[in-house]
């Protein structure tokens, strides 16, 4: 029977080897592909090829092939068709934290963040990381192995008494003669010894590669036994490989970095153009995918049809859709939809960190939070948080942070949801000042309410309703008591559905009218004020279309209604509540409009409401009297006679009464001042002082900071004290209220005896002043972060009803935030450098390296 060799022959042996090489030679520089990147300790690295270039390989293109936004020299992220990059199919390739390396070019004034690998290496080979990257092993052949000083006194072991000694580092020749052990290194941390070549490209897991030998008394032969052994040989000759082609900067050859250095810039130069089409897109609200993804189709949607038309004049993309179409950049072709919302994600990402460090550095902010209802049918809540930037100047901004899917709509739910948010974005709530929300139950509730909920935590986190939500509030507050006041509106909206049902009819109106008919919603009631403008100032015109529509039509119903209506814009009682309604909602919609700006602040809104107390308290003494004149002139304009008349009173029995009647009016004039006027007014100007009283707490407050020109000494120490006493929680505080009293003693000239709290801070930081009255900046900053309104968060609903549409219903969620934070900031958006982003794509997109 033969009998099986133990070993391979010579033959064999030979085949193998030339096999290996050959597999070495065709994998030799391709190393270089990944050069730069930063592994994290998941990466899985080879030691089978020291094939590893000393180089870093870093591009300039031209300014016009190659746009960007950042003045600092970047190195190219590895965007390469000969990486293999996956970047349509992600559910196939897992994702990996492989980042791409920065390095810092010589001349940069704005050098790059430095990562963990950026560090200095430890000298001792126990402190090493593990498992060692590509970048860690070249920079440690490039340094060689520690050495140990001749004089150097090895510890020795409590068990045995022995140490390690000077001669374990020589080796002894035969012939006498000694040679140093240049792989060996000793650690001082574990006290042991360490090959150095085997622990850079060994994957054997053995004493001098992981935990070190400290067996002296058998050390001599245990180190000539594995200076013997194969594995250690092919370390050292790897290790000598790569150190002569550092030394001699071979590691790569010409040809193949100048192919590598083209395709780095072409993939960087389309990179930056598909980004620049998913903002722009993005900003303007619109759709970027359509029915198909096919290139040159007509329903390919709106980003491949900006590819393509980018295409028509620009070289570096139509040599890119060349590319595609015929197939070389099949798998990285990244005008895929997978794609598209990696770049919206990375663009969301961005702006968000930077609004984030804008509101650190501001230290103190403010939330504002609002819900309603998409398109699909689910609670959106808008998070807004208000800071006093310190950027460049002091400037009060209200940023967007994003919605979130609220499944229920209790006040403790939403409470966890905003902290939870704020947690995410790594923003702490300690530093929270203000909260602003409408006059919902679930929101401003005493007990349950998010406000009462989040005062437990932070009780410094001050809560002020929505002012112009409030100032709606009263004006149906005051509709609601008057029964002329909700009939007159009704009729308005006769009027508008009449004209509105047919074309025929809304023409005739617009043939006689240059303002048309407005529809009014139940909610707004100062937007009220454009469905009464074409009775005020065009009320014969609304009139005379009335009658040709009477005279005109057929139809029974339609002839009855319009003669009935005609009547009810005629009659003097209709002129009057027009006339009335007008000059209430006009002073409404003003304050509203000013309320709702974000540079509003608290003693701005206090003020602005005092004005209109006053001016309906004006209003109240002779509005009426003027309401009369105007109706008349309205009725001569019409040609009909201006007199009220009175309506049938009708009287009903009533049985046991012990209370009598009160005294029907006589006079119908009369009668609609005391039941109309008087009572819209009066229910008027109580809903401001009653709703609007949290406003004025809050107010009187920070009163100090604005009005401590006319304060004695006694009662300014008392309000700071006040003041101090409201911004301490537990063992904070935001200002010294004794150090406060000084400063605002020591404040110099104004520039003017009643500034505003926005006034106060522009001029301390047009002086310089924040560092001489520290507290008094302090206040200022947290008076101005309260915020007064939501809607900001109002106004991000219209974003939503743009993004989300009927067409987009099914959009995710994580999908409709991104899209909203790139279109409400994109001011900030702007500022965003496409590199930075390209940076952050490659290192998603890169994969681990194997060999």
Not at 69 to 90: K, N, Y
Not at 222 to 236: D, G, R, V
């Amino acid at each position: 029977m033969e009998k099986k060799r133990s070993k391979p022959s010579g033959a064999q042996f030979r085949k193998k080897r030339k096999e290996e090489e050959e597999k070495r030679d065709k994998e030799k520089g391709a190393l270089l592909r990944y050069f730069g990147s930063s592994t994290t300790a998941q990466d899985e690295t080879s030691t089978s090829l020291p094939a590893i270039s000393s180089a870093t390989v870093t591009v300039s293109p031209p300014q016009d092939e190659l746009p960007s936004t950042s003045s600092a020299t970047h190195v190219v992220p590895q965007l390469l068709p000969e990486q293999s990059f996956d970047s349509e199919a992600e559910d196939v390739v897992p994702s990996t934290s492989t980042q791409l390396e920065t390095s810092e070019m010589p001349g940069d004034e704005t050098p790059l963040t430095p990562t963990a690998e950026d560090q200095p290496l430890p000298t001792d080979p126990a402190k090493w990381p593990s498992p060692l990257t590509d970048r860690i092993r070249m920079e440690l052949v490039r340094r060689g192995p520690s050495s140990i000083p001749p004089d150097f006194v090895f510890p020795r072991n409590d068990s045995d008494g022995r140490s390690c000694h000077h001669h374990y580092f020589r080796k002894t020749l035969v012939s006498g003669e000694k040679i140093a052990r240049t792989w060996l290194m000793y650690s001082k941390v574990k006290n042991s010894l360490f090959c150095f070549c085997c622990k850079l490209f060994s994957n054997k897991n053995i004493n001098l590669t992981t935990s070190g030998t400290a067996n002296w008394k058998h050390a001599s032969t245990y180190l000539t036994a594995h200076e013997k052994s194969p594995e250690h040989l092919n370390c050292m000759k790897a290790w000598k490989e790569l150190s002569g082609r550092i030394r001699s900067g071979k590691t790569i050859d010409k040809q193949e970095m100048a192919l590598l250095e083209e395709e780095r810039v072409r993939w960087r130069a389309v990179l930056t153009r598909l980004i620049a089409i998913v903002q722009s897109l993005a900003v303007r609200n619109l759709a970027l995918r359509g029915h198909t993804e096919t290139l040159f189709t007509s329903s390919n949607g709106n980003f491949l049809k900006e590819v393509e038309l980018m295409a028509r004049f620009d070289p570096i993309m139509k040599d890119h859709l060349n590319r595609v179409l015929r197939g070389t950049a099949s798998h990285n072709s990244y005008i895929g939809h997978h794609v598209q919302n990696e770049l919206i994600d990375l663009l969301s990402s961005k702006i968000l960190s930077a609004i984030v460090d804008d509101i650190k550095k501001a230290k103190y902010f403010s939330i504002i939070l609002d819900c309603t209802l998409d398109i699909s049918h689910t609670e959106q809540l808008s998070v807004i948080i208000r800071v006093v930037s310190l950027m460049e100047k002091p400037q009060i901004r209200e940023h967007f942070m994003g919605f979130l899917e609220a499944e229920e709509s209790t006040g403790q739910h939403l409470a966890s949801m905003i902290l939870n948010r704020l947690e995410e974005l790594g923003i702490s709530f300690e530093d929270c000042r203000g909260q602003s929300y409408d006059n919902g139950a679930n929101m401003k509730g005493k007990n349950k309410g998010v406000q009462a909920r989040l005062l437990e935590k932070n009780p410094r986190a001050l809560f002020l309703p929505c002012g112009a939500h409030t100032l709606n509030l009263v004006v149906c507050d005051a509709a609601k008591r008057s029964v002329d006041a909700m009939s007159y509106f009704g009729v308005l909206q006769k009027l508008y559905t009449l004209f509105s049902a047919s074309a025929q009819r809304w023409a005739i109106l617009k043939s006689q009218v240059s303002i048309t008919l407005k529809s009014w919603t139940e909610t707004r009631w100062e937007s009220k004020i454009k469905s009464i403008e074409p009775m005020r100032y065009q009320g014969a015109a609304v009139r005379e279309a009335l009658i040709e529509v009477r005279d005109k039509t057929k139809d029974p119903v339609i002839k009855a209604e319009a003669q009935s209506l005609s009547e009810e814009v005629g009659s003097y009682r209709f002129n009057i509540c027009t006339v009335v309604w007008h000059d209430i909602l006009s002073t409404i919609k003003h304050v509203s409009k000013l309320m709702q700006s974000p540079n509003m602040h608290v003693d701005l809104a206090v003020s602005l409401l005092k004005k209109t107390e006053q001016s309906l308290q004006s209003y109240r003494a002779n509005g009426f009297v003027n309401a009369q004149m105007a109706a008349k002139e309205m009725c001569k304009e019409m040609n009909v006679e201006a007199i009220l008349k009175q309506k049938r009173i009708r009287s009903t029995k009533c049985q046991f009464s012990y209370e009598s009647h009160d005294e029907p009016f006589s006079d119908a004039l009369k009668k609609l001042e005391v039941e109309f006027f008087n009572v819209v007014v009066d229910e008027a100007l109580s809903a401001i002082a009653e709703r609007f009283s949290t406003l004025e707490v809050v107010q009187n407050r920070f009163g100090v900071l604005t009005n401590f020109p006319s304060l004695g000494d006694e009662e300014l120490t008392e309000q700071c004290e006040a003041l101090g006493n409201i911004l301490h929680f537990e063992k904070n505080w935001d200002l010294d209220s004794r150090e406060l009293v000084q400063e605002i003693k020591n404040l110099p000239n104004l520039p003017s005896t009643t500034p505003s709290l926005l006034e106060l801070i522009s001029f301390m930081s047009d002086k310089d002043l924040s560092e001489i009255y520290p507290n008094f900046w302090t206040a200022l900053r947290i008076a101005l972060t309260l915020p007064v309104t939501v809607a900001q968060a109002e106004r991000s609903f219209s974003k939503l009803k743009l993004i989300k549409s009927y067409l987009r219903s099914t959009m995710s969620q994580e999908r409709l935030t991104n899209l909203a934070v790139v279109s409400i900031n994109h001011s900030v958006g702007e500022q965003i450098s496409y590199d930075d982003v390209i940076d952050e794509f490659a290192s998603r997109k890169a994969r681990k390296v194997r060999f």
